[in-house]
């Protein structure tokens, strides 16, 4: 069973590799998540499907990634383990698998208290650490968490994410670390603001031994006003947003802040590709995939690239 992960095929090529966000669907028409994913077509490699992001219900990660497969997008789907326990995260897991989606990424997810229901049960029956041992193991052994043997394996391109801005610092990368021996083959990193700031964890994830050992792929952000930057800055846990950030859109005028917020969003993109061990970016636009294309364009990452046929795509590389 061969993987068609263009993602990874791209990525071990050598390419620098763009992806995106979905903006979470609240409908049952298929449609509405076509429509979004369209918007993207062309302008990046594969596609983010949250899994009910931010503790807010939204259409699943599995039937929104299964969409983009009809449709010949590439997605990446998202698994949180607040949700499930061991049993319907491989269930999901071998069901995604089998609806043709190739790249996943593993995460606790956000605490059910940021969300629409507060009162929602946490489940954590395992961590996000293990589960990217689960996956690895299905992928790479043929088993279950259980031990009991699948009669096909998937072919899972695994990522992981990691928040380089999180206190202490210096834990960040060690954290990295025992994710890549769990069983990660790329990371998409929190949202980017201060690159001095990343590039400093990017020093030390070398400094590890892992550049070359994972891909990792930075979170660019493009903040659309001064309003949203600042909610950002302010309401948002585990995320870094400099003062000089948000006084930059909150003195251009209002109907210029989209433009200027995407100046700045192409500006980190430029920076954050020369550092070594980058390996693409992750374009965040938050319900606004138009702006991700217009990023993508100013910063010259478009056309994207088409991969090798020779390139053999999906698992451990």
Known sequence: ????????????????????????????????????????????????????????????????????????????????????NRLALQADLLGAAALGVRNLVLMSGDDVTAGDHPEARRIYDIDSMQLLEVAAAMRDRGTYLSGRKLEQAPTFFIGAVENPFAPPLEFRPLRLQKKVRAGADFIQTQLVFDVRLFAHFMAMV??????????????????????SAHFMRE?????????????????????????EGVKIAVELVNAVREIP???????????????????????????????SPLVSAGGRG
């Open 277 to 307: 061990g980058v390996s693409g970016v992750h374009l965040i636009g938050i319900k606004w995939e138009e702006g991700v294309v217009q990023v993508a364009e100013a910063a010259g990452l478009l056309p994207r690239p088409t991969l």
């Open 235 to 259: 309401k948002v846990p585990g995320l870094h947003v400099p003062e000089s950030l948000v006084a930059r859109l909150e003195r251009t005028p209002q109907a210029r802040q989209a433009e």
């Open 1 to 84: 069973m061969t993987s068609q992960s263009r993602l990874a095929g791209l990525l071990r090529e050598g390419r620098f590799v763009v992806t995106a966000e979905l903006s979470s669907s609240d409908s049952a028409d298929p449609e509405a998540t076509w429509r979004q994913a369209e918007v993207l077509r062309g302008s990046v490699d594969a596609i983010n499907c949250t899994d009910n992001t931010g503790a807010h219900v939204h259409m699943s990660s599995l039937a929104a990634a299964h969409l983009l497969v009809e449709k010949g997008i590439e997605p990446i789907m998202q698994l949180t383990v607040r949700d499930r």
């Open 206 to 227: 070398a400094d590890l031994g892992l550049v070359g050992k994972v891909f990792i792929i930075p979170s660019i952000g493009i903040p659309r006003s001064a309003r």
